[in-house]
């Protein structure tokens, strides 16, 4: 590659200097240049120099596709912040475009940091190892159907991995995510939430299970890629709190229907009832519990289905930090996070962050919910994945409102390791719910073990007997 050549400009009459440029074919704005172009025209193709897709079937390695700009913190920021680094409010403004609005803000005026790891290129490091490989098998085999929904050509369910990997529509990406969450045909997250107030008190302590089960595209649990008689339905999922006192066994069950326009059937257990009873789904913008930030919407950033939401458009592209990789503290016996920031010091989860080559920033309002306090939402996907990065929502007046974004990581390290089967289990390791408009924040982890002896587990088949179906959230309010 040729670089910047300056030379005399010699014979001048009035002796004045100039410079003489090669420019070089790649040089740092290319990569700007190449996204702007995409964006105006309104196409979505993912790749700079390559197509991203081929080579993560060719060889699931990124290096090639994206200019070496696109490739280092580095290279992006001309060596004003490098590898190692802590991105504070000192130095925050050269990635600034390189942040939601509400991370920026969080890091310029209210003390959050983020250290600088370097660029993860190996896909299988970033999502979960079949789902990966079903992605790879099943390509070119979906299609929507006259309703909308995702299906095989064949018009059946859709039969495991990302639907879309090589989207061309903002309707794909977001699809191909509520489809499938967390990759994994089941899952049982043990989780912690604490719940800081304005002036850095944590006002609320929760210890929850969080519960999920694919019944359709299954790529791990027989029978695959279905689970007969249970075709209709896209997830089983339920969370139930074990802590503290005045909240224990209160649980919700919600059972999605594979037509996405339809909502879940959301069943709750309210110890002082003793009961199961039904709650409307279309009120689903508000906290399930007292202090918390956190709405059933925000579940991945697709918490909903997405044939609910409407007016999907792509009104972004371009390079982003996000903390997707090595962010797991298996150190801790209970692999808890450290926190930062705020005005007690404890807002904020510690994050280390990598620079991710090509982000899609899609946009979403809620159609069908004609209550719903916001008007739209952005969400930052990682092109490669198509795995959410981060989630602004804003309210009725077009004002920042809420946000969403979290760390992930493959739970990897010697013989600490977690295994998903075969494989190192690939999941979320920490998240912030950030309502900016009252200053309050939900930060949740997903740690070994709570109380009443619930521990994190991956693709086990007995999960939905113990915690997806109304006798089980009955039995867990007892």
Known sequence: RLSWISVKNIGAANNKKGLVMRIRKYDLNFGRRHFLGQLSKGVLATGVLSPLWQAIADTGDIRGVYPDELMSIEGYTRGKINTGDMITADNVEHVKDLLDPIRYTQIAQMGRQMRMIDTTTDIMKLSAWEYNEATLRNYG????????????????????????????????????????????????????????????????NYELGWAEMSPVARTVLDPKPYWPGHEDKLRYQSVFFVSPNDIAGTSFLNVWHYDQRRFPDLSGYLPAFKRVR??????????????????????????????????????????????????????????????????????????????IPEAIVVEAEPVKFPRAPISKKRVWFDARTL???????????????????????????????????????????????????????????????ILAGYKTSVNDPDLYDRFLTQAAIRRLGR
Not at 153 to 168: Q, R, S
Not at 321 to 346: D, F, M, V
Request: glycine residues 10%.
């Open 141 to 204: 085999k979906a299609m929507f159907d006259a309703n909308g929904n995702v299906v095989t050509k064949e018009g059946k369910p859709w039969i495991g991995g990302n639907p879309f990997p090589n989207p061309t529509t903002a309707l794909e990406v977001f699809a191909g995510l509520t489809l499938s969450w967390g990759r994994h045909d089941a899952s049982f997250y043990a989780i912690k939430e604490q719940d800081v107030g304005p002036s850095g008190d944590v006002e609320y």
């Open 387 to 449: 795995l959410p990065l981060a989630m602004v929502s804003y309210d009725r007046r077009g004002e920042m409102f809420r946000s969403f974004d979290g760390a992930a990581s493959l739970y990897t390290d010697g013989e600490r390791t977690v295994y998903d089967g075969k494989h190192p289990y690939a999941s979320w390791t920490r998240v912030h719910a950030h309502n900016i408009q009252v200053n309050r924040m939900a930060r949740l982890a997903q740690v070994k073990e």
């Open 278 to 355: 039904r709650f409307p789904t279309n009120q689903r913008f508000e906290p399930m519990i007292p202090g918390s930030t956190l709405y059933l919407p925000d579940a991945w950033t697709a918490g909903d289905p997405f044939l609910t939401w409407g007016n999907y458009k792509v009104v972004g592209r371009g390079p982003t930090l996000a903390a997707i990789s090595r962010s797991w503290n298996s150190q801790h016996e209970n692999w808890e996070g450290k926190t930062h920031g705020g005005p007690k010091g404890n807002t904020f989860w510690d994050m280390d962050v990598e620079l």
